[in-house]
């Protein structure tokens, strides 16, 4: 009698045990979908915080910490003699004290870097790269960029987001960004 008891406990366990590995295998082949982490994310995402130069607003954190580097380029560029050539224009408003050709230049590029880097709650509408890069369509601009060009804007980026403190690692993504515009930019 005994041997007839210990048999159906065997066999419940070896059932028990056959479920639950059914189960987990079953869980393990239907994982919960990974989000995986954005560029943006990695720059701060979509947290709020203080907007450091406009009181009493929030700015995304991902945003705030492009705009950083943004900005930060924009006046590396301002004193490149090899390539603020391209900008007269709007050293010459920032001269005479006018910043909204700043402001606009700073937010068009904020934008584009947030949606490129993976930030959902923009939408860019400013020109394509090429129209933004040619006299012809963009008065702003003082001649096409050639590749040595390009290599200067790349080095003052590199500046400008030393300047924020950007980790090599994410240097390094928005590199592989940039570098991917570099045949729409360059045009002679």
Same mark, same amino acid.
């Given at each position: 009698m005994k041997k007839l008891t210990l048999l159906p406990l065997a066999l419940v366990f070896t059932m028990a045990a056959l479920l639950l590995s059914f189960e987990s295998c079953s869980k393990k082949s239907n994982p919960k979908p990974v989000v995986k982490a954005t560029l943006y994310d990695s720059l701060g995402g979509t947290a709020m915080v203080a907007d450091p130069t406009h009181s009493g607003q929030m700015i995304e954190k991902g945003r705030l910490a492009i705009r950083g580097v943004i900005d930060s380029t924009i006046f590396v560029i301002a004193g490149d003699s090899r390539i603020n050539g391209h900008f007269t224009v709007l050293l010459s408003e920032v001269?005479?004290?006018?910043?909204?050709?700043?402001?606009?230049?700073?937010?068009?590029? /904020?934008?584009?870097?947030?949606? &490129?880097?993976?930030?959902?709650?923009? @939408?860019?509408?400013?020109? !394509?790269?090429?129209? #933004?890069?040619?006299?012809?369509?963009?008065?702003?601009?003082?001649?096409?960029? /050639?590749?040595?060009?390009?290599? &200067?804007?790349?080095?003052?980026?590199? @500046?400008?987001?030393?300047? !924020?403190?950007?980790? #090599?690692n994410l240097l390094n993504s928005i590199g592989k960004i940039v570098e991917s515009l570099r045949t729409t930019v360059v045009q002679q």
């Open positions: 001269t005479k004290g006018d910043l909204s050709g700043f402001n606009e230049l700073s937010d068009n590029l /904020t934008i584009f870097v947030s949606t &490129a880097t993976g930030a959902k709650d923009y @939408t860019y509408t400013g020109l !394509n790269m090429k129209d #933004a890069h040619d006299p012809a369509t963009n008065p702003r601009m003082n001649g096409k960029a /050639t590749s040595a060009d390009f290599d &200067a804007f790349v080095s003052d980026l590199v @500046t400008g987001a030393n300047k !924020n403190h950007v980790p #090599a």
